[in-house]
């Protein structure tokens, strides 16, 4: 819908229209391509289920995901997880890392790369266990990370869609590890009756 508005006002030329189409038609081939490694999501579950604190980083588009992959893993787990803007580290949440806290970062290479490499370098050196999602081969290397889970590139517009697969299956799997109701967690309501 967003690309027909932009197409109808006017803002978007069709070469833009074709590219972004083009970027979205790929996304279920990617999203196949990524649950192929639900095993790894499954053994990372496991460690997760042991840490006291769980942090996600993301920038830009990633950094609403960083806080949606925070949230799911508290709502069906019952961990303590917090999403912040990589950007944002230095004021405060780096203060909660140690060797004991799982730190998932959301990495693609864009413009934002170099910037959120830097911020996984700061994670490392102070001891985190580092795990890092990204579709650039060398991200483990250049930050030391304890896992690396390389996703398919994707067009920028379709990078956070591709990029939730992982996340929702970690909350999943962290939970199951753990023995929580996925289907039913508690305090939460399926829907809202009131206001």
């Known amino acids: 819908m967003a690309i027909a508005a932009g197409r109808a006002r006017g803002v978007l030329q069709p070469f833009e229209e074709h590219e972004l ?56 787990s019952y961990l303590h997880a917090e999403g912040f803007a990589a950007g944002e580290l230095k004021h405060g949440p780096i203060a909660l890392i140690d060797e004991s806290v799982p730190v998932i970062a959301m990495a693609p ?9 830097s911020n996984m370098q700061e994670v490392a050196a102070r001891g985190a266990q580092l795990i890092v999602f990204s579709d650039a081969a060398d991200a483990a290397a250049s930050v030391k990370a ?15 869609i591709l990029y939730a697969v ?16 996925v289907d039913q967690p508690r305090n939460l309501a399926k829907s809202v009756t009131v206001e």
Do not use: C, W
């Open 21 to 76: 189409v083009r970027g979205l038609i790929q996304v279920p081939r990617l999203m196949t391509d990524v649950l192929r490694r639900e095993s790894e999501f499954v053994a990372l579950g496991h460690v997760l289920a042991k840490a006291p604190l769980v942090l996600y980083l993301g920038r830009g588009s990633l950094y609403p995901l960083a806080l949606e992959g925070a949230l799911k893993l508290k709502e069906i």
């Open 109 to 117: 290479r864009n413009i934002l790369y170099d910037k959120m490499v």
């Open 146 to 160: 304890h896992l690396h889970f390389e996703l398919p590139p994707a067009h920028p517009l379709a990078v956070p």
């Open 166 to 181: 992982p996340i929702q299956l970690i909350a999943y799997h962290t939970a199951v590890e753990m023995g929580t109701d």
